[in-house]
T-cell receptor, first 118, second 109 residues
Framework: GAVVSQHPSRVICKSGTSVKIECRSL??????MFWYRQFPKQSLMLMAT?????????EQGVEKDKFLINHASLTLSTLTVTSAHPEDSSFYIC??????????????FGPGTRLTVL | SQELEQSPQSLIVQEGKNLTINCTSS?????LYWYKQKYGEGLIFLMM?????EEKSHEKITAKLDEKKQQSSLHITASQPSHAGIYLC?????????FGTGTRLKVLA
């Protein structure tokens, strides 16, 4: 149980286009989902916390207009990288906490999405 | 804000050797998670430690939590090439989940 999927696993796009990444909890409901970014040879950095039915909470330094997060249901959160540029190329990972939990509940991680912006 | 520092940053060991990875917190630890990540892939949950002095084992991997030292250690016995990857500790910081700096492990056959 507690499986989280991400789609797509890899995406290559041209500079200036927008890319949407989906994060789904397959067998549980997730009130809270988290989006992380990982640069090569570095650890994961929390970008934002996504709560179902409300606006996401962004970490300091993360542009909310650049990285649009929508948590429309208890099983789906999306991250849209708008007007992508080469510096947005990275590995994006989402995680989900069980319903009713938040950061104090164990998180289940998706397999990640590698974004390459040409 | 709380930070998790891992040591060493990278490690190369010969197959069959034992090794230890440490995760030190700048603040009190309320639970500590260990994950493994293969390059370019998602995180694999290894184990969770919640109480001071707690020790858990899974196959050849053992993790301990020392609350007084605000530290956790991950020990691999008789390492194998399949153990290679990035090991990350994680914990609940102030209002958010945080990850350690990571340890890259390479096991030579």
């Amino acid at each position: 149980g507690a499986v989280v999927s991400q789609h797509p696993s890899r995406v290559i796009c041209k500079s200036g286009t927008s890319v949407k990444i989906e994060c789904r909890s397959l067998d549980f409901q997730a009130t809270t989902m988290f989006w992380y970014r990982q640069f090569p040879k570095q650890s994961l950095m929390l970008m934002a916390t996504s709560n179902e039915g409300s606006k996401a909470t962004y970490e300091q330094g993360v542009e909310k207009d650049k990285f649009l997060i929508n948590h429309a249901s208890l099983t789906l959160s999306t991250l849209t990288v708008t007007s992508a540029h080469p510096e947005d190329s990275s590995f994006y990972i989402c995680s989900a906490a069980l319903e009713g939990g938040g950061i104090y509940n164990e998180q289940f991680f998706g397999p990640g999405t590698r974004l390459t912006v040409l | 804000s709380q930070e998790l520092e891992q040591s060493p940053q990278s490690l190369i060991v010969q197959e069959g050797k034992n090794l230890t990875i440490n995760c030190t917190s700048s603040k009190t630890l309320y639970g500590l998670y260990w994950y493994k990540q293969k390059y370019g892939e998602g995180l694999i949950f290894l184990m969770m430690l919640q109480k001071g002095g707690e020790e858990k084992s899974h196959e050849k991997i053992t993790a301990k939590l020392d609350e007084k030292k605000q530290q956790s250690s991950l020990h691999i016995t008789a390492s194998q090439p399949s153990h290679a990857g990035i090991y990350l500790c994680g914990s609940v910081g102030t209002y958010k989940y945080i990850f350690g700096t990571g340890t890259r492990l390479k096991v030579l056959a």
